[in-house]
């Protein structure tokens, strides 16, 4: 079974920075699409950045030039580092591992992590 286990939220004021790690195993890291998600309350679910199999990596309009998405050497961590956040940013954030790639982005039903919150003040 694929587990996912994110860390690496907290609290930050706007503009400033964050680093998130979520811990896969190298199997899902060379069979599924990896990807970072974030769900504020009352809000969807938004999809943030996505890695293929292949490595191919994609970023929604929202983080485009602030977020970075990205893989250890061990393939064993995927990343999320987060520059110039914003209060908007505030949610919790999700890491998945899902079976396709479609237009950029991951799709399927797949694994998720339970989630870590990041809160952004003003």
């Known amino acids: 079974q694929v587990q996912l286990v994110e860390s690496g939220g907290g609290s930050v004021q706007a503009g400033g920075s964050l680093r998130l790690s979520c811990a896969v195993s190298?199997?899902?890291?060379?069979?599924?699409?990896l990807g970072w998600f974030r769900q504020a309350p009352g809000k969807e679910r938004e999809g943030l950045a996505y890695?293929?199999?292949?490595?191919?990596?994609t970023y929604s309009d929202s983080v485009k030039g602030r977020f970075t998405i990205s893989k250890d050497n061990a393939k064993t961590n995927l990343n999320l580092q987060m520059n110039s956040l914003k209060p908007e940013d505030t949610a919790k954030y999700f890491c998945?591992?899902?079976?396709?790639?479609?237009?950029?982005?991951?799709?399927?039903?797949?694994?998720w992590g339970q989630g870590t919150q990041v809160t952004v003040s003003s």
């Open positions: 190298e199997y899902s890291s060379r069979n599924y699409c």
């Open positions: 890695i293929s199999w292949s490595g191919t990596i």
């Open positions: 998945a591992a899902l079976p396709g790639w479609s237009g950029g982005v991951c799709v399927g039903s797949g694994y």
